[in-house]
């Protein structure tokens, strides 16, 4: 299960594999740990099926690097199915990333 990181300017688009897990966060943590204040992530959950407990906590994490100097949100999730929005929505952590709704499967 690997982690696709593309890389371009000032933005940086995570691409999930079928699950995001513990197993991911030697690759997800590559993604953002040395970036700028000023870096954009876009979170592409098109073939994500599964999330765990770890894969919230990495995002948390990520979204905390990501907003703690800006005055704006750097972070935006995209193709996010059903499943994985009701279980973000529950612990009221989806809108917290400003999802482009168009973009999210469902």
Do not use: H
């Not at 371009?8 to 897990?21: K, R, W």
């Not at 000023?38 to 907003?67: H, P, Q, V």
């Not at 750097?74 to 709704?101: E, R, T």
């Amino acid at each position: 299960m690997e982690i696709i990181i593309n890389k371009n300017e000032n933005t940086v688009t995570i691409v999930f594999d079928s699950t995001f897990t513990y197993n991911n966060k030697k690759d997800f943590t590559r993604a953002w740990e040395d970036k700028q204040d000023e870096t954009k992530y876009i979170l592409d959950f098109a073939n994500t099926k599964k999330i765990d407990s770890a894969g919230i906590g990495m995002l948390l994490l990520l979204r905390e690097k990501a907003c703690a100097n800006s005055n704006t949100n750097q972070l935006k999730m995209i193709n996010v199915n059903n499943d994985i929005k009701n279980i973000l929505n529950i612990i009221k952590f989806y809108g917290s990333f400003y999802p482009n709704k168009e973009s999210s499967k469902g």
